[in-house]
């Protein structure tokens, strides 16, 4: 991702609408479907500024990586402790058969080769372990956002299916969210193509807007994985070995 991009998420992942709804999605989500054991061992995999690991805590003992090193340290502080910085899709030095979760949030659309990087984390999978995996949909919703963040592409479900079974993995609860919103995010879109203003800029809107976004969104925690949506800005799943 370019710089920018990693020093407006330090600014604003704890305020912005985005981040603090989905957080609570993510969790709601986790604690209905995850399964997990109790002191799961959890490893997330491209953290950025480490806004994701106090929730992902509630569920266990956390290990984080981050290849960024100005985000790596604002991660390490959060956590408390060093955040390692093995690349995907190779994860070299990250322990085989270890880990009960993996998050990757926003960050399977970075690696050129998908499959390769799914397939490096059901290596590193404990048995009975899962992933979970967002990721943006939509190609023909592709903009400047997409450019700066370095994005590979932009999945379908049908896209996102074929590389978690080319993996050796199975989906689980799959499904489209930021769904209440998607209106104004694929009309914003559509506007900045036919006015040539395609911006790039996610810093969070005026106050009142940010509040209203984010009790808009908040409101997914509900349906998710329960209600299957018909379109959303992002993708949601649980992967398991296959």
Same mark, same amino acid.
């Given at each position: 991702?370019?710089?920018?991009?990693?020093?407006?998420?330090?600014?604003?992942?704890?305020?912005?609408?985005?981040?603090? $709804?989905? =957080?609570?999605?993510?969790?709601?989500?986790?604690?209905?479907? +995850?399964?997990?054991?109790?002191?799961?061992?959890? @490893?997330?995999?491209?953290?950025? *500024?480490?806004?994701?690991?106090?929730?992902?805590?509630?569920? +266990?003992? !956390?290990?984080?990586?981050?290849?960024?090193?100005?985000?790596?340290? !604002?991660?390490?502080?959060?956590?408390?402790?060093?955040?390692?910085?093995?690349?995907?899709?190779?994860?070299?030095?990250? %322990?085989?058969?270890?880990?009960?979760?993996?998050?990757?949030?926003?960050? !399977?659309?970075?690696?050129?080769?998908?499959? $390769?990087?799914?397939?490096?984390?059901?290596?590193?999978?404990?048995?009975?372990?899962?992933?979970?995996?967002?990721?943006?949909?939509?190609?023909?919703?592709?903009?400047?956002?997409?450019?700066?963040?370095?994005?590979?592409?932009?999945?379908?479900?049908?896209?996102?299916? =074929?590389?978690?079974?080319?993996? &050796?993995?199975?989906?689980?609860?799959?499904?489209?969210?930021?769904?209440?919103?998607?209106? @104004?995010? $694929?009309?914003?879109?559509?506007?900045? =193509?036919?006015? &040539?203003? #395609? #911006?790039?800029?996610?810093?969070?809107?005026?106050?009142?807007?940010?509040? @209203?976004?984010?009790?808009?969104?908040? @409101?997914?925690?509900?349906? !998710?994985? =329960?209600?299957?949506? %018909?379109?959303?800005?992002?993708?949601? *799943?649980?992967?398991? %070995?296959?």
């Amino acid at each position: 991702m370019d710089r920018r991009v990693y020093d407006r998420m330090a600014e604003h992942d704890s305020t912005h609408w985005w981040y603090r $709804a989905r =957080r609570d999605i993510l969790a709601d989500y986790l604690t209905r479907f +995850g399964g997990l054991p109790a002191a799961a061992r959890i @490893l997330e995999i491209g953290c950025g *500024t480490g806004h994701n690991l106090p929730m992902l805590a509630a569920f +266990g003992a !956390v290990d984080a990586i981050e290849i960024d090193p100005a985000a790596r340290a !604002v991660a390490s502080a959060r956590l408390g402790r060093p955040v390692g910085d093995a690349p995907l899709p190779d994860l070299t030095g990250v %322990p085989r058969g270890h880990y009960d979760l993996i998050a990757v949030l926003d960050v !399977v659309e970075h690696i050129a080769d998908d499959v $390769a990087a799914l397939a490096a984390m059901r290596q590193c999978l404990a048995p009975g372990g899962k992933i979970l995996i967002a990721v943006p949909a939509h190609q023909w919703m592709w903009s400047a956002h997409d450019v700066v963040n370095h994005h590979h592409r932009r999945y379908s479900k049908a896209t996102l299916v =074929r590389a978690i079974r080319t993996a &050796g993995l199975r989906e689980r609860k799959l499904g489209y969210f930021n769904s209440l919103l998607f209106p @104004l995010a $694929a009309a914003a879109r559509v506007a900045g =193509r036919l006015t &040539g203003r #395609d #911006d790039s800029d996610d810093s969070p809107p005026a106050a009142p807007v940010n509040a @209203l976004f984010e009790k808009i969104f908040r @409101l997914e925690r509900h349906l !998710v994985g =329960r209600v299957p949506m %018909p379109i959303g800005v992002s993708i949601l *799943t649980l992967a398991e %070995p296959a």
